[in-house]
């Protein structure tokens, strides 16, 4: 039998070097490189983390190939379809699903912690009324660990899924808060008699006090339907394997920096548009193309190589197929279509640029499939959400990856800090 080993010849000296393929449980295997340089005294060169695995992790899997991805083993789909997005968080950080039990004894620890401390409330005084909220939010995150400032021992699981829930049940708050900050109007404090998801589209709405806005159309009273998407959502958030913003939050936590200032720092990176930035750019530039007739300009726009113009919701650097999480939302969105009104200018210009490029053999042979934010960018729209809170909505979902990577890295005995090296081609 030959071995599961790479060997790697220097063609100007002879030097051989052989490395063992590490095999994964799914997917790809993994090539151990880690003894590379001091065997040859050479780094290995990989701008974008393309070809390279970073860590070892049993957290989520994805195979772009087929448009898989699974959460602790279980296909994003089921979860989706089957369970709410507390059940989902409960899998991440215990690799289990709950029993009724412990998901009704979770839902109320993650009610329970959801306030704010009022020293917290006071920094959102601090920005400027028309602040980004996702600008607000990150600064609130990292403010946060000088609220908890406590060393977090490993070895106590009580402790670290403290510290988990914590900022899992206060980021829809800081959330909902930033973007009242940047209305001008009052903080709705969260409701311990609400589930997580209407709690936040409470405090996001509601008149001071906690009632519902009765006399504007569109805000009344929360429907089922937008708690449902709204849910769904951030279940397909909740991680993404080694994505830019917890590649971040690893590199953060490897120094050895507060699990919160490592969040702050994912949110940081997720805000931009090639990330999480991508949903509010996709109504951003739905709302620029303006009509129906203009996409096909707009179209051509994106394909020419001279023009840095990218057609935001398009694309992704793991899935060469569909994005699953964009399947399971093109499903949701037609068949929300009736109950939460899509059939307005925005979507037929939105269906258009679906169509067009589906079928436009610039992104075929590229691979380039509508994505998660294309999707969520136009339900978000249809739940009357305005388009500065789309990426912090992508932030309460991923809270949950975030800290559970944290935790798997903290865990982790082989990770030591992140520490790439360079080519180096100055003087
Ligand atoms: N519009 C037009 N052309 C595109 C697009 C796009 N959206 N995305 C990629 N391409 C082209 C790109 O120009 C390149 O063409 P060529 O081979 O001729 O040079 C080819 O497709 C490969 O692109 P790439 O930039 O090398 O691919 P990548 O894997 O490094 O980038 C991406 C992935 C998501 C950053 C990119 O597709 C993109 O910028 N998309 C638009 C932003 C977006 O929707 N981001 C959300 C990603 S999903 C959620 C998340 O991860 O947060």
Redesign the pocket.
């Known amino acids: 039998m030959k071995k599961s080993t790479v060997t790697l010849t220097n063609n100007q000296t002879g030097d051989s070097y052989e490395y063992s393929i590490l095999e994964s449980t799914r997917g790809s295997k993994v090539l151990d490189i880690r003894t590379f340089f001091s065997d040859s005294g050479m780094f290995t060169y990989d701008p974008?983390f393309t070809s390279t695995a970073a860590c070892e992790s049993t957290i989520t899997f994805i195979d772009g190939k087929k448009g898989e991805l699974r959460y602790r083993g279980i296909d994003i789909e089921a979860l989706a379809n089957k369970h709410s997005y507390l059940e989902t968080c409960f899998l991440l950080l215990n690799s289990r699903l709950p029993s009724e039990k412990e998901l009704h004894n979770f839902d109320l620890e993650i009610r329970h912690r959801a306030y704010l401390h009022r020293g917290l409330q006071k920094l959102f005084d601090a920005f400027p009324d028309n602040a980004h909220p996702m600008a607000t939010l990150s600064a609130a995150v990292t403010s946060l660990a000088s609220f908890y400032d406590e060393h977090i021992d490993m070895e106590n699981e009580d402790e670290y899924l403290e510290m988990a829930h914590r900022i899992i049940s206060k980021i829809p708050t800081l959330a909902a808060f930033a973007y009242r900050h940047s209305l001008g109007i009052p903080f709705v404090e969260p409701d311990i008699d609400l589930g997580f998801t209407k709690n936040f589209l409470t405090m996001m709405r509601a008149y001071p006090g906690g009632k519902m806005h009765l006399s504007v159309e569109g805000h009344e009273d929360i429907k089922d339907v937008e708690i449902r998407a709204l849910d769904t959502i951030f279940t397909l958030h909740a991680d993404h394997e080694q994505?830019a913003s917890t590649t971040v939050v690893r590199g953060v936590a490897s120094t050895g920096a507060h699990p919160y200032v490592a969040i702050s720092s994912g949110i940081s990176a997720l805000w931009g548009?090639?990330?999480?930035g991508?949903n509010e750019s996709v109504i951003a530039q739905i709302e620029y193309i303006g009509s129906v007739d203009k996409v096909k300009a707009f179209i051509e726009k994106?394909k020419d190589?001279d023009d840095d113009f990218?057609?935001?919701?398009?694309?992704?650097?793991v899935y060469k197929n569909f994005d699953p999480r964009a399947k399971i939302l093109k499903g949701l969105q037609d068949e929300l279509r009736d109950e939460l009104g899509l059939d307005t200018e925005l979507m037929k210009i939105a269906r258009k640029i679906e169509e067009i490029a589906l079928s436009d053999d610039y992104f075929v042979s590229?691979n380039?499939y509508p994505?998660?934010?294309f999707y969520t960018g136009i339900i978000l729209t249809a739940l009357k959400i305005p388009k500065s809170m789309f990426t912090p909505i992508f932030v309460i979902g991923r809270t949950v990856g975030w800290i559970t990577q944290w935790i798997e890295f903290k865990k982790d005995e082989t990770s030591k800090i992140a520490r790439p090296r360079q080519l180096y081609s100055g003087k």
Not at 310 to 317: A, Q, Y
Request: glycine residues 18%.
């Open positions: 974008g994505n548009r090639a990330h999480g991508a994106a190589p990218r057609l935001m919701g398009f694309g992704h650097r590229r380039l994505n998660i934010d």
